[in-house]
């Protein structure tokens, strides 16, 4: 049985992934701010994380170092967007210029690019001999499709984390630091989520399926470093 962990499982895509691997007889490690929210399953470890805290954080990877667990598929999910903070003037301190903020601009590094990046740096040594590590990203984090005028944080914050995936991707490369065969940013498109709307052309389980589908044909350890849709074509940085 193989091992995925997901981060923010509790809605949206988090919770599509979490109940396609089950069903799918992968060991899930899913996370949440409040696992309450969690369904139980035989296969299902749910653990709390709260992104926004290192003191979380630190004790969600010595949990799963607890767990003696190789992780096969490891998918960075979580994220915050300003707007989901129902503050309108916080979010446009986030969305901008004429309100910018650095410090708020942060929080959402902080919660989308920084303890992603800390997160794989604590559970190197656990990642298996066939895994990846899925950094789900956004055609918004894209410099070269930039059409839209500010939106400093969620797009920054993407942009951040593609830069980070291709420098972890070459380390993975030139050094033995973990059996990890890649690491690939995704833009997983636009979703029937609550950050896209009712609208959106995707369903979140379909596009869990279709990185299902993406690991099972070795699309994923093949693209070490790529920027990644959904279908597996390559998305430009």
Known sequence: M?????????????KSLTEVFL?????????????????????????????????????????V????????????????NAKDSGDNDYFQSTFRIEHFSAKA?????????????????????VLSSESVVLNISSWLGSITEKKA?????????????NMF???????????????????????PGWMQTDMGGAKAPSSPQDVAEKILGLYDSKVL???NGKFLNVDGTEHLW
């Not at 490369?173 to 690939?184: H, L, N």
């Open 2 to 14: 193989k091992t995925i962990l997901v981060t923010g499982a509790s809605r949206g895509l988090g």
């Open 23 to 63: 069903k799918n007889n992968w060991k899930v490690i899913a996370s949440a701010r409040d696992i309450s929210k969690l369904d139980s399953h035989e296969n299902l470890i749910p653990l709390e994380l709260d992104l926004s805290s290192e003191d979380s954080l630190r004790q969600f990877i010595e949990e």
């Open 65 to 80: 170092k607890k767990l003696d667990l190789e992780i096969d598929l490891l998918i960075n999910n979580a994220g915050y």
């Open 105 to 125: 601009v942060d929080d959402t590094l902080l919660i989308n690019a920084l303890m992603p990046m800390q997160l794989i740096s604590g559970l190197l040594k």
């Open 149 to 161: 005028a500010g939106h400093y944080a969620y797009s920054g914050s993407k942009a951040l984390l």
């Open 165 to 187: 995936t291709r420098g972890f991707a070459l380390e993975l490369e030139k050094s033995d630091i973990s059996k990890c065969q890649s690491t690939v940013a995704l833009n």
């Open 221 to 223: 350890q093949d693209s």
